[in-house]
């Protein structure tokens, strides 16, 4: 039988990012996450998104697609941006930061990274897929 | 006052903020605004109740290093309790706790900070 799935389409609106957490709180419930897996999902999410939207310069919409595995949950944002370069996305330091005149954002590929098991970044001038994976102990 | 900003009260001297839903860049610059207004009437140190605030995104815990940043000019210190383990990881991972306590309840938090 074929791995069930679900699929959003968000437009591009501040705080749009929550009605995607709110769905992968469902899905984790339902694949019996640990509450700690369930918040690493939706924080890595909601960076996923707020990327989407604010860098991408996408005028469309986000799709978001989880795909419930056997041992697994794989969510992909998808965008119809710019695209980036991820070899020059520096990777952030707090240290660099405080008492610098560096600015304090640019934080959500770390997080993202830290915080699933595995991610893919495929990205062109048509757009972005961020591929996301959470390996699932029981 | 801001929605996110469920309340702010004094105690030891310090200003305590307890917030209320998402932490991004408006529910930052909600904390800010407080945290500045006071520092500019001579208090520096801030402690911040986020028993109700469940989700944070990285916009806003930049914010909060800003925050940080001012303090460190005027000796002030800030510090959070009551986090959801999630905002606790987030804010190992982005380095807050490197300049900022994490403190598990608000008794704690007032004799610690």
Request: proline share 2%.
């Amino acid at each position: 039988m074929k791995q069930p799935s679900v699929e959003l389409k968000l437009p591009i609106i501040p705080n749009m990012e929550l009605i995607a957490t709110q769905t992968a709180e469902v899905i984790a419930r339902h694949m019996h996450l640990t509450e700690d897996q369930a918040g690493e999902i939706s924080m890595a999410l909601i960076e996923a998104c707020i990327n989407a939207f604010e860098h991408s310069k996408a005028e469309n919409n986000v799709f978001i697609h989880f795909l419930i595995e056997e041992d697994s949950l794989v969510v992909k944002v998808i965008d119809q941006g710019i695209g980036f370069d991820k070899t020059k996305v520096e990777i952030p330091k707090i240290e660099n930061k405080i008492g610098k005149d560096e600015r304090k954002r640019g934080w959500g590929l770390q997080l993202i990274q830290e915080l699933m098991d595995s991610v893919e970044f495929e990205s062109n001038s048509e757009g972005t897929t961020v591929t996301m994976k959470k390996n699932i102990t029981k | 006052m801001s929605d996110f900003i469920k309340s702010t009260k004094e105690s030891n001297q310090i200003v305590i903020i307890e917030t209320d839903g998402y932490l991004n860049n408006e529910g930052g610059e909600a904390i800010s605004a407080i945290c500045y207004e006071k520092m500019k009437a001579g208090q520096n140190k801030f402690l911040i109740n986020m028993a109700a605030t469940k989700v944070v995104n990285s916009i806003g815990v930049s914010i909060l290093i800003e925050i940080i940043e001012k303090l460190q000019e005027v000796d002030g210190k800030i510090g959070y309790y009551n986090l959801a383990p999630i905002v606790s990881k987030t804010f190992n991972i982005m380095g807050l706790t490197k300049y900022s306590t994490v403190f598990a309840t608000e008794e704690e938090a007032v004799s610690g900070l």
